[in-house]
T-cell receptor, first 112, second 114 residues
Framework: AQRVTQPEKLLSVFKGAPVELKCNYS??????LFWYVQYSRQRLQLLLRHISRESIKGFTADLNKGETSFHLKKPFAQEEDSAMYYCALSGRDTSGTYKYIFGTGTRLKVLA | GAVVSQHPSRVICKSGTSVKIECRSL??????MFWYRQFPKQSLMLMAT?????????EQGVEKDKFLINHASLTLSTLTVTSAHPEDSSFYICSAPRGRNEQFFGPGTRLTVL
């Protein structure tokens, strides 16, 4: 079954501490993986995607096909990083249907 | 960047009435749009995939007759909540993919059913 799992609903860290938001996926083909972020009172927006191999706002995420994971990391958390983070997967299933699947989200709270 | 709009931004209605929410891609065409529901401080729940020119695909547990979806054109999808009840009160969000498969989200519509 196609699935995106974010095991942590809430993650609290202190400012300056490292952050890792976990994401595991289950997909039969070759998916494209994304991280989206929703700041308070703002709409969801793309943070980064695996094929770009970029660092946005200090965040990076590496696709590990062996572990089927796409964890989001930042070495030093900032208070402005507090938000809801969603891991997402896109691809076509065996019938050719386009799928875009979101995880349940992790709320990150960065404490002063 | 690409823009997706939703109208109305908030609506209050009486129980038993129907409410239509529009989702528009303003500067790109979208053959597919997605509709989500979000409860306060909770995650997105995908309700359905709206397909231009064909029937919508609903997620398990979502009532097709309750949440009517029409993808009338390449820039417009509508979600109609029929015979709304207080338990339908929620934040409804649409999104549309563009370009390299990035989803662009609307600002959401807050529905309150009295």
């Amino acid at each position: 079954a196609q699935r995106v799992t974010q095991p942590e609903k809430l993650l609290s860290v202190f400012k300056g501490a490292p952050v890792e938001l976990k994401c595991n996926y289950s997909y039969s083909g070759s998916p494209e993986l994304f991280w989206y972020v929703q700041y308070s009172r703002q709409r969801l927006q793309l943070l980064l995607r695996h094929i770009s191999r970029e660092s946005i706002k200090g965040f990076t995420a590496d696709l590990n096909k062996g572990e089927t994971s796409f964890h989001l990391k930042k070495p030093f958390a900032q208070e402005e990083d507090s938000a809801m983070y969603y891991c997402a997967l896109s691809g076509r299933d065996t019938s050719g249907t386009y799928k875009y699947i979101f995880g349940t989200g992790t709320r990150l709270k960065v404490l002063a | 960047g690409a823009v997706v709009s939703q109208h109305p931004s908030r609506v209050i209605c009486k129980s038993g009435t129907s409410v239509k929410i529009e989702c528009r891609s303003l500067d790109f065409q979208a053959t597919t749009m997605f509709w989500y529901r979000q409860f306060p401080k909770q995650s997105l729940m995908l309700m359905a995939t709206s397909n231009e020119g064909s029937k919508a695909t609903y997620e398990q547990g979502v009532e097709k007759d309750k949440f009517l979806i029409n993808h009338a054109s390449l820039t417009l999808s509508t979600l109609t909540v029929t015979s709304a009840h207080p338990e339908d009160s929620s934040f409804y969000i649409c999104s549309a993919p563009r370009g390299r498969n990035e989803q662009f989200f609307g600002p959401g519509t807050r529905l309150t059913v009295l």
